[in-house]
């Protein structure tokens, strides 16, 4: 067996357990990463995510979190939805919740895929004689996921920041290999955004200082999920009925148009009663309800009061009265976030 088989057979074990995309880089082929990565944090577009700054020594290359690390297996795994992510847009009485999250929780899905994929890696190559180890990675380790996936050739950092595939959109879940095998790399992915600018005008809080440019302080994604205190009043309208994250700047990529939904991986498929939650529903959870309802979900993270937070800024935004009664007992609620998002909506709905 040659070593250039032993790459091929790398991305055919991929494609069998699961992933849509895989390609190989070497552990040094994004040098600029750390630079953009260090310039961002300078500017403190980063808000309350304290951990990239405290890990940034880690995160700027491969081999700032593992020396021994030579070669990188970047994969994707496809989420890529079957309906419309910005159908609901309109739907003022319900929650909208990014694509990604409405089924099952990626970090375990990706996770055991990658180790799998670790453990046969391992085996292949003790079979042609040669040591490996090796370290697998979702997004809950300092890895920079997406520049490793561009040098690795699955796609590109798009106007969005976010990875873009030609075979896949936008919609791809991404882990990573660290191996200390000497794997032959893929030819990088090149940028194909153009002059498109559809996911600079799409964002609703103007998120994007410039093209491959972004302030997580003023994103829905971030102020929704990763933001624990009150949502700058600035940004509320903006949000309109997003309760989890926000699609809408992956959602007009022209790329899209590739993404075949049943190339997604079944696990990533919708539940039913994420797909478009009642507001009044969610407004009415406490602690254990919360638990139940996202039991096997990313969302569940966040935590009770984020999501009622969320939901009562979104019931603010609907202009539907009848919300009222469910936001009335959140003013006494527990938490002094959820008691101020509440107020915020019943003043935004007193003429409604």
Not at 203 to 228: K, M, N, V, W
């Amino acid at each position: 067996m040659t070593q250039d088989k032993l790459e091929d057979r790398i991305k055919a074990k991929a494609a069998e357990l699961g992933f849509a995309a895989c390609g190989i880089a070497r552990a040094d082929a994004a040098p600029r990463a750390g630079e953009r990565l260090r310039e961002w944090l300078e500017q403190g577009r980063h808000g309350d995510m304290i951990w990239m700054e405290e890990r940034a020594h880690h995160r700027v290359s491969p081999a700032g979190l593992w020396p021994e690390v030579r070669s990188v297996v970047s994969l994707g795994m496809s989420y890529a939805p079957g309906r419309d992510p910005l159908a609901l847009a309109d739907a003022g009485e319900r929650g909208r919740v990014s694509v990604y999250a409405q089924g099952g929780d990626y970090h375990d899905v990706v996770k055991k895929a990658l180790k799998a994929l670790g453990r046969w890696l391992a085996q292949e190559a003790a079979s042609l004689g040669e040591g490996c180890d090796l370290k697998v990675f979702v997004d809950t380790a300092p890895v920079m996921e997406k520049p490793l996936a561009e040098a690795a050739g699955i796609g590109w950092q798009g106007k969005h920041t976010n990875l873009v595939s030609r075979e896949h959109g936008s919609w791809l879940f991404l882990g990573a290999i660290y191996t200390t095998l000497d794997l032959t790399p893929d030819v990088a992915g090149r940028d194909r955004c153009g002059s498109c600018d559809a996911c600079q005008r799409a964002c609703p809080t103007d998120a994007f200082p410039g093209p491959y440019q972004l302030d997580a302080r003023r994103c829905i994604s971030y102020l929704t999920i990763e933001h624990s205190g009150p949502i700058p009043e600035e940004f509320r309208a903006g949000i309109g009925n997003r309760i989890y994250g926000c699609d809408d700047c992956l959602a007009v990529c022209p790329w899209n148009k590739f993404a075949d939904a049943a190339a997604a991986n079944m696990a990533f498929i919708g539940r039913a009663e994420l797909a478009a939650p009642e507001l009044a529903d969610l407004l009415a959870l406490d602690d254990a309800g919360f638990r139940q309802v996202f039991s096997g979900s990313p969302i569940k993270r966040i935590g009770r009061d984020r999501m009622v937070r969320n939901a009562a800024i979104a019931a603010g935004n609907s202009g539907a009265a009848g919300l009222r009664p469910a936001l009335v007992p959140l003013l006494e609620d527990a938490s002094p976030v959820v008691r101020e998002a509440a107020g915020w909506a019943l003043g935004r709905l007193a003429d409604s």
